[in-house]
Each structure stands twice: as structure tokens, then as C-alpha cells.
């Protein structure tokens, strides 16, 4: 039987595993899936698309999560409701810190965003919530890229609206404000983690630094890309 009220993914029951993996990049997606075993696509719909296979005896899904705050609380939402407790965001991010070059990952401890839009429909005028990550798989998470030999941080992320404001001096007021990096999509993840009480982390890979102008060259991208990957599955599936 179809699971209903689901805006994005069209699934059966059973079909969504309670471990997944989310993606904005359907090349990342790709990548993610080269890793499982007996992938079936699940869900195909506007563009977005649904994958379940194995790795390590567990089952886990993949989903394309789309460009942006609003698509990405609809993807959650339906993910939640179709049974996902642990979700993982591997998406990409720029640096605001001198200090975070290129090719690193990025664990965020806390994503700043604008009050508004999502946030306020689900809140209304009461009040704001910490954005902040489940704590032991943020752990986890850090010890298997220690493994990797990728440098890594952990951090305060600014979930951005409007991806061509991101110039050099919107990147050092990010900065001054507390922030390492930005991107488009990790707080509507956290936020609606927060309110359906499920388990969540992003792990960005930094792609350029907004303040020197450095970029990753896209063969160190795929490289990093495939062991970050290995890093995610393997803490779904211990």
C-alpha cells in the first residue's frame, strides 16, 4: 500500500529505510550508490529521486533532496513520515574562514539561517530553535574521517537563501559572525530533525573559500567525495 500524505516520494511501505542518506548533487547520489548493493530505484517524481539498496547487511535509502530550504523540509518531512529515525546530508559548502581550505570536511555543531519562510509557518511568532546536530553521530562521524586522512572541522554554518549575495564581503561578515562556511540547505535538515525528534547530521565538503578565492580541482572533489562517502554509510550502518 502506497504511504500517503507524502509530498516528493512515492513509495510503498516498506520500500524507505530508517537509515538515509540525502543529497543535493544527483552526481553525489551516484557516487553513494556505486557503494550499495541491489540498489532499486524507489520513487521517481519532479526530478527527485529515491534509491534503496544495501551496505553491510543494512538496508539504507538514498534521496536527491533538491536546491534549497523549502525542498529540503518537504524531502525530511516525507522521509519521516515513510519511517526514516537517522538522516545523513552529504552536501557540498564554501568556506567564510581563512582557516578552512578547500577539500575539507565541514561537521556543522549549529547552522545560523535567516527567521522566516519555513521557519516561521512551522513556528509562527513563538520563538527560535537551536539548529544543532544528533551529538553521537557528530562524534562518530568525526572519529571515521580522523581515519581518512581528510582534514576536517566542526562548526557553525550559515544556511544561506540566496546563493548570489555569496561575494567577499558577505563571506567576511559571515565570518565575523561566527560562522566557517556557507551553504543552502543544513538548516531545514536540523529543523525539521528538531521537531519530528529523529537523529541528524550534515557533512559538508568545502568546494572553495569565499574570502582567499582557493577552489577544489574537481578530480580532489571526486576523490574526497568517494571516501567521505564510505565514512557516512559505515556510520549508518554500525
Not at 12 to 37: F, P
Not at 108 to 119: A, K
Not at 136 to 145: D, P, Q, W, Y
Not at 186 to 197: D, H, P, T, V
Amino acid at each position: 500500500m502506497q504511504l500517503s500524505i507524502m509530498a516528493i516520494i512515492k513509495a510503498e511501505n516498506g520500500q524507505i529505510s530508517d537509515k538515509v542518506v540525502i543529497l543535493g548533487n544527483m552526481e553525489r547520489q551516484k557516487t553513494i550508490n556505486s557503494y550499495l548493493n541491489n540498489v532499486e530505484k524507489i520513487s521517481e517524481y519532479a526530478g527527485y529521486y529515491t534509491y534503496t539498496g544495501e551496505y553491510n547487511g543494512q538496508k539504507i535509502t538514498t534521496v536527491f533532496h533538491g536546491i534549497g530550504i523549502p525542498s529540503m523540509a518537504l524531502v525530511v518531512d516525507d522521509l519521516i513520515s515513510a519511517g526514516a529515525k537517522k538522516i545523513v546530508r552529504f552536501g557540498s559548502a564554501f568556506s567564510v574562514s581563512e582557516n578552512v581550505k578547500p577539500g575539507t570536511a565541514i561537521l556543522p555543531i549549529g547552522y545560523s539561517y535567516n527567521f522566516g519562510g519555513v521557519f516561521k509557518q512551522y513556528l509562527g511568532d513563538s520563538y527560535s530553535i537551536a539548529l544543532t546536530p544528533d551529538y553521537g553521530m557528530l562524534k562518530a562521524e568525526e572519529e571515521k574521517l580522523s581515519r581518512t586522512g581528510i582534514d576536517k572541522v566542526v562548526g557553525n554554518v550559515f544556511t544561506s537563501d540566496a546563493l548570489m549575495t555569496h561575494n567577499k564581503q558577505f563571506a567576511e561578515k559571515l565570518a565575523k559572525d561566527g560562522n566557517i562556511a556557507v551553504e543552502l540547505e543544513g538548516a531545514g535538515l536540523y529543523f525539521i530533525a528538531k521537531l519530528k525528534g529523529v537523529q541528524a547530521l550534515s557533512v559538508h565538503l568545502a568546494y572553495g573559500n569565499l574570502v582567499t578565492g582557493e577552489t577544489l580541482a574537481a578530480d580532489k572533489i571526486n576523490e574526497k567525495e568517494k571516501k567521505i562517502s564510505e565514512t557516512l554509510l559505515n556510520l549508518l550502518s554500525q
